[in-house]
Protein backbone atom coordinates (compact mmCIF):
# COMPACT_ATOMS: atom_id res chain seq x y z
CA UNK A 1 0.00 0.00 0.00
CA UNK A 2 1.34 3.54 -1.15
CA UNK A 3 1.63 5.79 1.57
CA UNK A 4 2.74 8.91 -1.55
CA UNK A 5 0.04 11.67 -1.33
CA UNK A 6 -2.50 11.11 -4.37
CA UNK A 7 -1.15 14.04 -6.36
CA UNK A 8 2.52 12.55 -6.21
CA UNK A 9 2.54 9.22 -7.15
CA UNK A 10 5.19 7.35 -8.69
CA UNK A 11 4.93 8.72 -12.32
CA UNK A 12 5.32 12.25 -10.43
CA UNK A 13 9.18 10.29 -9.53
CA UNK A 14 11.58 10.39 -12.07
CA UNK A 15 9.76 13.00 -14.38
CA UNK A 16 10.61 16.47 -15.67
CA UNK A 17 8.73 17.61 -12.84
CA UNK A 18 10.76 15.42 -9.83
CA UNK A 19 13.52 14.24 -11.73
CA UNK A 20 14.62 12.17 -8.89
CA UNK A 21 13.06 9.18 -8.09
CA UNK A 22 13.59 8.79 -4.43
CA UNK A 23 12.36 10.91 -1.78
CA UNK A 24 14.91 12.60 0.45
CA UNK A 25 18.50 11.66 -0.41
CA UNK A 26 19.47 9.90 -3.83
CA UNK A 27 22.76 8.76 -4.09
CA UNK A 28 25.30 8.42 -6.43
CA UNK A 29 28.65 6.97 -7.22
CA UNK A 30 31.34 8.42 -9.59
CA UNK A 31 35.11 7.23 -10.64
CA UNK A 32 38.08 9.03 -11.18
CA UNK A 33 39.95 6.61 -13.44
CA UNK A 34 43.40 7.37 -14.35
CA UNK A 35 46.28 6.36 -16.50
CA UNK A 36 49.62 6.91 -17.45
CA UNK A 37 49.30 8.00 -21.46
CA UNK A 38 51.76 10.06 -23.99
CA UNK A 39 50.84 13.09 -23.12
CA UNK A 40 50.75 12.59 -19.01
CA UNK A 41 48.43 11.57 -16.67
CA UNK A 42 45.00 11.04 -18.20
CA UNK A 43 41.48 11.07 -17.32
CA UNK A 44 38.89 8.46 -18.72
CA UNK A 45 35.74 11.59 -19.22
CA UNK A 46 32.19 11.05 -20.77
CA UNK A 47 30.36 13.13 -23.01
CA UNK A 48 26.75 13.34 -22.18
CA UNK A 49 24.26 13.35 -24.51
CA UNK A 50 21.81 15.73 -25.73
CA UNK A 51 19.09 13.91 -23.88
CA UNK A 52 21.05 13.26 -20.60
CA UNK A 53 18.67 14.18 -17.88
CA UNK A 54 21.15 17.11 -16.37
CA UNK A 55 24.49 18.83 -17.60
CA UNK A 56 23.25 17.68 -21.37
CA UNK A 57 26.45 18.17 -23.88
CA UNK A 58 29.08 18.44 -20.83
CA UNK A 59 32.30 15.99 -20.54
CA UNK A 60 32.00 14.20 -17.13
CA UNK A 61 33.41 11.77 -14.75
CA UNK A 62 31.60 7.80 -15.54
CA UNK A 63 29.02 7.41 -12.79
CA UNK A 64 25.46 7.31 -11.97
CA UNK A 65 22.70 6.68 -9.12
CA UNK A 66 23.42 3.45 -7.03
CA UNK A 67 20.78 1.23 -7.46
CA UNK A 68 17.98 0.58 -4.21
CA UNK A 69 15.24 -1.74 -3.59
CA UNK A 70 13.09 1.12 -2.39
CA UNK A 71 9.85 1.95 -4.60
CA UNK A 72 9.94 5.04 -6.48
CA UNK A 73 8.85 8.22 -4.55
CA UNK A 74 9.97 6.53 -1.13
CA UNK A 75 13.26 7.07 0.56
CA UNK A 76 16.51 5.64 -1.08
CA UNK A 77 17.21 2.47 1.14
CA UNK A 78 21.03 0.78 1.25
CA UNK A 79 21.71 -2.75 0.87
CA UNK A 80 21.80 -3.82 -2.99
CA UNK A 81 25.21 -2.51 -3.90
CA UNK A 82 27.94 -0.82 -2.14
CA UNK A 83 29.02 3.09 -3.32
CA UNK A 84 32.29 1.30 -4.62
CA UNK A 85 30.32 -1.53 -6.86
CA UNK A 86 28.08 1.26 -7.75
CA UNK A 87 30.81 3.33 -9.32
CA UNK A 88 32.28 -0.11 -11.17
CA UNK A 89 29.31 -0.80 -12.49
CA UNK A 90 28.61 2.49 -13.56
CA UNK A 91 31.84 3.04 -15.23
CA UNK A 92 30.99 -0.64 -16.98
CA UNK A 93 27.92 0.74 -18.49
CA UNK A 94 28.98 4.11 -19.46
CA UNK A 95 32.33 3.56 -20.95
CA UNK A 96 32.74 -0.52 -21.34
CA UNK A 97 35.66 -0.90 -18.87
CA UNK A 98 35.44 -3.18 -16.68
CA UNK A 99 37.54 -2.27 -13.48
CA UNK A 100 36.22 -5.21 -10.83
CA UNK A 101 39.19 -6.49 -9.95
CA UNK A 102 40.72 -3.48 -8.67
CA UNK A 103 37.58 -2.62 -6.75
CA UNK A 104 39.33 -3.16 -3.30
CA UNK A 105 42.17 -0.78 -4.65
CA UNK A 106 39.58 2.21 -5.12
CA UNK A 107 40.13 5.28 -2.75
CA UNK A 108 37.42 7.02 -1.40
CA UNK A 109 37.82 10.49 -3.17
CA UNK A 110 34.81 12.20 -0.83
CA UNK A 111 31.26 12.68 -0.05
CA UNK A 112 29.71 16.08 -2.30
CA UNK A 113 25.95 17.36 -1.80
CA UNK A 114 24.19 20.91 -1.92
CA UNK A 115 25.79 24.06 -2.67
CA UNK A 116 24.65 23.77 -6.37
CA UNK A 117 26.48 20.76 -7.59
CA UNK A 118 23.56 18.97 -9.24
CA UNK A 119 20.78 20.92 -11.12
CA UNK A 120 18.69 18.87 -10.29
CA UNK A 121 18.57 19.34 -6.62
CA UNK A 122 15.48 20.61 -5.10
CA UNK A 123 13.78 20.69 -1.46
CA UNK A 124 11.82 17.23 -2.28
CA UNK A 125 14.88 15.36 -3.53
CA UNK A 126 18.87 15.83 -4.10
CA UNK A 127 21.68 13.83 -4.49
CA UNK A 128 24.40 12.69 -2.38
CA UNK A 129 27.97 11.81 -4.64
CA UNK A 130 30.25 9.41 -3.59
CA UNK A 131 33.53 9.42 -5.69
CA UNK A 132 36.53 7.18 -5.82
CA UNK A 133 39.98 7.19 -7.76
CA UNK A 134 41.82 4.49 -9.53
CA UNK A 135 45.43 4.75 -10.90
CA UNK A 136 46.07 1.98 -12.96
CA UNK A 137 49.18 3.86 -14.47
CA UNK A 138 50.20 2.06 -17.74
CA UNK A 139 48.09 -1.31 -17.41
CA UNK A 140 46.54 -1.87 -20.85
CA UNK A 141 42.96 -1.36 -20.61
CA UNK A 142 40.81 -2.02 -24.01
CA UNK A 143 39.33 0.70 -25.40
CA UNK A 144 36.65 2.73 -23.72
CA UNK A 145 33.16 2.43 -25.90
CA UNK A 146 30.10 4.54 -25.99
CA UNK A 147 26.89 3.33 -23.92
CA UNK A 148 24.30 4.66 -22.66
CA UNK A 149 23.48 8.17 -21.88
CA UNK A 150 26.71 9.46 -23.34
CA UNK A 151 27.41 9.97 -27.08
CA UNK A 152 31.37 10.38 -26.26
CA UNK A 153 34.25 8.27 -23.88
CA UNK A 154 37.98 9.50 -23.98
CA UNK A 155 40.94 9.73 -22.12
CA UNK A 156 41.58 13.39 -21.49
CA UNK A 157 45.25 14.51 -20.52
CA UNK A 158 44.88 16.46 -17.29
CA UNK A 159 47.05 18.98 -18.67
CA UNK A 160 44.27 19.67 -21.22
CA UNK A 161 41.09 19.80 -18.90
CA UNK A 162 40.96 23.10 -18.98
CA UNK A 163 39.53 22.82 -22.80
CA UNK A 164 36.63 20.58 -21.94
CA UNK A 165 33.29 22.12 -20.25
CA UNK A 166 32.85 19.88 -17.18
CA UNK A 167 29.45 19.27 -15.81
CA UNK A 168 28.56 19.21 -12.39
CA UNK A 169 31.40 19.53 -9.52
CA UNK A 170 33.55 16.95 -11.67
CA UNK A 171 36.75 19.56 -11.94
CA UNK A 172 37.01 19.99 -8.46
CA UNK A 173 36.80 16.02 -7.92
CA UNK A 174 39.10 15.01 -10.36
CA UNK A 175 41.77 17.98 -8.55
CA UNK A 176 40.41 15.84 -5.12
CA UNK A 177 41.22 13.04 -6.96
CA UNK A 178 44.83 13.62 -8.37
CA UNK A 179 45.76 14.66 -4.64
CA UNK A 180 44.37 11.23 -3.00
CA UNK A 181 45.91 9.51 -5.72
CA UNK A 182 49.33 10.88 -5.33
CA UNK A 183 49.20 11.35 -1.65
CA UNK A 184 49.19 14.58 -1.23
CA UNK A 185 45.37 13.95 0.28
CA UNK A 186 44.18 11.06 2.48
CA UNK A 187 41.41 9.07 1.30
CA UNK A 188 38.08 9.25 2.56
CA UNK A 189 36.76 6.30 4.98
CA UNK A 190 33.67 4.77 3.23
CA UNK A 191 33.07 1.49 5.08
CA UNK A 192 31.80 3.05 8.14
CA UNK A 193 28.24 4.77 8.95
CA UNK A 194 27.74 5.92 5.56
CA UNK A 195 25.23 3.61 4.06
CA UNK A 196 23.34 3.11 6.77
CA UNK A 197 20.69 5.33 6.25
CA UNK A 198 20.23 7.91 8.42
CA UNK A 199 23.79 8.27 8.52
CA UNK A 200 22.90 10.52 5.11
CA UNK A 201 22.41 13.85 6.00
CA UNK A 202 22.44 17.30 3.68
CA UNK A 203 25.70 18.88 4.08
CA UNK A 204 24.83 21.98 1.97
CA UNK A 205 22.21 24.39 0.82
CA UNK A 206 19.48 22.93 -1.75
CA UNK A 207 16.60 24.97 -3.13
CA UNK A 208 14.03 26.06 -1.08
CA UNK A 209 16.50 25.94 1.98
CA UNK A 210 16.57 29.94 2.59
CA UNK A 211 16.51 31.11 6.18
CA UNK A 212 17.24 27.31 7.36
CA UNK A 213 20.42 25.89 8.58
CA UNK A 214 21.74 23.45 6.52
CA UNK A 215 21.93 19.61 8.12
CA UNK A 216 25.75 18.93 8.02
CA UNK A 217 27.80 15.45 8.59
CA UNK A 218 29.29 14.63 11.81
Known sequence: MSHLPPEKGSSYWGSPAQPYWFRGVNPSADLVLLRDGARGKEVLLVHRAPTAPAEA??????????????ARGHPWKPGRETARQGAVRETREETSLDVSAWIERLRCVGIFEGDGRDPRDNAEAWGKNVSYVLDIGSHPLPE??????TDGVEWVPLALLSGRELGFDHAAIIARGVAVASGFLPACDDRGELFKGLAFRRSGPLPGDE??????ER
Open 144 to 149: PAVQEE
Open 211 to 216: GRQPVR
Open 57 to 70: GKWALPGGFMESDA
